[in-house]
């Protein structure tokens, strides 16, 4: 298992056995979705990240 993830985010990638999962990042992170293809992980992330990013 190793992590991906970019700083700022909420969420992190995770590489677990073949495929990605994006988790949260807290003490015991918590598995929002799994993707058996990074991009798909990456694209995901991507949006969940734009959804829960406060309003400026």
Known sequence: MTADST???STMLLKIG???AVCTRTA???????????I???T?????EQR???AA
């Open 7 to 9: 700083t700022g985010n």
């Open 18 to 20: 073949a495929g990605w």
């Open 28 to 38: 015991v992170p918590i598995i929002l979705a799994r993707f058996s293809d990074r």
């Open 40 to 42: 798909d992980a990456v």
């Open 44 to 48: 995901w992330q991507r949006t969940h």
């Open 52 to 54: 829960v990013r406060p």
